[in-house]
């Protein structure tokens, strides 16, 4: 499917034009709505990283799509994953029959195909992902993902003022934190990547599970293994039932 520029540029310039929630998360849902009326996708949801070193879901237009991101937390792998670790658009036909994440399809819902992600960056890296999804199986193309692009460029932009006017919500503070932690938690990763001769993908997937297993923050468990005594203060902690 083609993405008709004039339509994007039009729901981009509705939504810069719309006096912004301040609640980040309700700002977030505009979003991905916005983006799966334009792209008559089957569903669209965002994650974004806590300080566990895992992306978690923040919203989606649908179950199936919170589904999706529920699966690839459970399987510790999948195409938004890999968005996020690489910083770069990851997609694929088939989520299903990718040799890429073959532990992902024991998680996933039949409904979900074609999967695809962007990274949502802040202070030059990436924070989370703006995902889509078809229930067939489906190329991507670039108008594709170059509209993702340019939606997370402006999710980008809403994040950054938050950030800048000392936002204090839970979700602001999630991505405070992921600013500070992100250089440490990635010079540990290449330090097991030399270490143990693992992938960028098996090294995360190491930290996060030997910070769960030990009770303890990634990042702190990063500064470890670093020789680091200085890691970032914790980030303030979602209400009872809250998203992250």
Not at 107 to 129: C, E, F, K, N, S
């Amino acid at each position: 499917m083609h993405i008709d520029t004039a339509a994007l540029q039009d729901s981009l310039e509705r939504i810069r034009s719309t006096p912004q929630e301040t609640d980040l998360v309700t700002a977030m849902g505009r979003i991905i709505a916005a983006v799966n009326a334009l792209f008559d996708y089957d569903g669209a949801g965002v994650m974004f990283v806590d300080d566990a070193g895992a992306l978690r879901y923040v919203a989606s237009t649908d179950e199936i799509g919170r589904a999706l991101e529920e699966a690839q937390l459970a399987a510790g792998q999948g195409p938004c994953v890999d968005t996020y670790l690489h910083n770069r658009v990851v997609s694929s036909k088939d989520v299903h029959s990718d040799a890429r994440w073959q532990e992902l399809p024991k998680h996933l819902d039949r409904r979900v195909q074609a999967v695809a992600g962007a990274p949502i960056r802040l202070g030059g890296g990436p924070v989370g992902t703006l995902n889509v999804y078809r229930s067939t199986a489906q190329e991507w193309d670039s108008s594709d993902t170059d509209a993702l692009m340019a939606y997370t460029a402006l999710v980008g932009e809403i994040l950054a003022t938050a950030v800048a006017a000392r936002d204090h919500s839970v979700l602001a503070g999630q991505l405070q934190y992921a600013l500070d932690y992100r250089v440490i938690i990635e010079r540990a990763i290449g330090f097991v990547m030399g270490r143990d001769g693992l992938d960028a993908g098996d090294a995360f997937q190491y930290l996060r599970a030997e910070a769960r297993n030990q009770r303890r923050r990634v990042a702190d468990l990063a500064a470890e293994l670093l020789g680091d005594p200085t890691t970032p203060p914790p980030p303030p902690q979602p209400a009872a039932g809250g998203s992250l």
